[in-house]
């Protein structure tokens, strides 16, 4: 029991500590963006912040950087959701592999479809041509 309690304490205080660490201009930004949205978690990560959180019942996160300014937003979308042009490619460029996971991404450049392969991110625009690779 102990235990139990010594754990649900250090995840309560690396969950602050990860609050406080988000500048207050990333989070009126986020606040902006989504009103009356809660974060679950933060998270840096190549110096930008993402935020997670549930909206409208799905899996989401947005990217700030460390002034504010949104970069995107990802929604995570069943696999089956993807245009069939993008299972096409997968299944004729990654040998069989499987689509890990999907989503669908809204960025200043416009919105995209990526799919998770072999560990890399595949970026489609709408209608499923191939745009690039990426690290995941």
């Known amino acids: 029991m102990?235990?139990?309690?010594?754990?649900?304490?250090?995840?309560t205080t690396f969950g602050c500590y990860a609050?406080?660490?988000?500048?207050?201009?990333?989070?009126?930004?986020?606040?902006?963006n989504f009103p009356g949205v809660t974060v679950k978690k933060w998270e840096k990560e190549d110096g930008n912040y993402?935020?997670?959180?549930?909206?409208?019942?799905k899996t989401m996160s947005a990217t700030f950087d460390?002034?504010?300014t949104w970069i995107e937003t990802e929604t995570d979308i069943a696999v089956?959701?993807?245009?069939a042009p993008v299972n096409a490619y997968v299944k004729e460029h990654y040998n069989g592999a499987t689509i890990k996971e999907a989503a669908m991404l809204k960025t200043a450049?416009?919105?995209?479809?990526?799919?998770?392969?072999?560990?890399?991110d595949l970026l489609f625009?709408?209608?499923?041509?191939?745009?690039?690779?990426?690290?995941?």
Do not use: S
């Open 50 to 57: 993402e935020a997670n959180f549930t909206k409208d019942g």
């Open 66 to 68: 460390a002034k504010g």
């Open 80 to 83: 089956k959701d993807l245009p």
């Open 125 to 136: 625009d709408m209608n499923g041509k191939f745009l690039k690779e990426e690290k995941d």
């Open 109 to 120: 450049k416009g919105d995209m479809y990526e799919a998770e392969v072999k560990g890399k």
């Open 19 to 32: 609050q406080k660490e988000t500048p207050a201009a990333v989070q009126e930004a986020f606040k902006k």
């Open 2 to 11: 102990k235990t139990l309690l010594l754990v649900l304490a250090t995840i």
